[in-house]
T-cell receptor, first 112, second 114 residues
Framework: AQSVTQLGSHVSVSEGALVLLRCNYS??????LFWYVQYPNQGLQLLLK??????LVKGINGFEAEFKKSETSFHLTKPSAHMSDAAEYFC??????????FGTGTRLLVSP | DAGVIQSPRHEVTEMGQEVTLRCKPI?????LFWYRQTMMRGLELLIY????????DSGMPEDRFSAKMPNASFSTLKIQPSEPRDSAVYFC????????????FGDGTRLSIL
């Protein structure tokens, strides 16, 4: 069965600092991995996805993630946090049946 | 391009009333998903459709919940009768066919049952 673990329900960084949000997955099928962001009172918005090919994936708003099969990880990073990055972030993995399994989310707090 | 459109954005109603949530998926998408989000349980998949046909409704909490997709551009999620524990944000999402295809979410309906 597929599952996603996001380490840390809350991550706090200062503006300008590195952002690192962790995601580990378990999958019995070739994994397709997704990161979504949710701003207050909005739906989930796709940040980036890994399907096949290059393992370093670039997304919107300066975020990127690296697929590491040996570590079953797909961590999300951004070199320099901005106040507008404060939101909740969800990692998801495909199930092979069109459904996604989502992690429990990580709330990113950015302080000035 | 228009995204997934949900209505209403907010709904407040009294326990026992019927509630109908509406969704218009992105044109051309093959799949439609209904989710519920709460603080306690996170994001839960309730049901999803392929080409207007329900594929998996195992996440529907009980018989009070029903969902329909009469055509490719419209779906409803109905709760009858509603209960306070149904209070949550309900999201609709749609996608193209393929496990590598992302789901596109609407902005949700915030439902409060008094």
């Amino acid at each position: 069965a597929q599952s996603v673990t996001q380490l840390g329900s809350h991550v706090s960084v200062s503006e300008g600092a590195l952002v690192l949000l962790r995601c580990n997955y378990s999958s019995s099928v070739p994994p397709y991995l997704f990161w979504y962001v949710q701003y207050p009172n909005q739906g989930l918005q796709l940040l980036l996805k890994y399907t096949t090919g290059a393992t370093l994936v670039k997304g919107i708003n300066g975020f990127e993630a690296e697929f590491k099969k040996s570590e079953t990880s797909f961590h999300l990073t951004k070199p320099s946090a901005h106040m507008s990055d404060a939101a909740e972030y969800f990692c998801a993995v495909n199930t092979g049946f069109q459904k996604l399994v989502f992690g429990t989310g990580t709330r990113l707090l950015v302080s000035p | 391009d228009a995204g997934v459109i949900q209505s209403p954005r907010h709904e407040v109603t009294e326990m026992g009333q019927e509630v109908t949530l509406r969704c218009k998926p992105i044109s051309g998408h093959d799949y439609l998903f209904w989710y519920r989000q709460t603080m306690m349980r996170g994001l839960e998949l309730l049901i999803y459709f392929n080409n207007n046909v329900p594929i998996d409704d195992s996440g529907m909490p009980e018989d009070r919940f029903s969902a329909k997709m009469p055509n490719a551009s419209f779906s409803t999620l109905k709760i009858q009768p509603s209960e306070p524990r149904d209070s949550a944000v309900y999201f609709c999402a749609s996608s193209f066919l393929g496990s590598n295809q992302p789901q596109h979410f609407g902005d949700g309906t915030r439902l409060s049952i008094l």
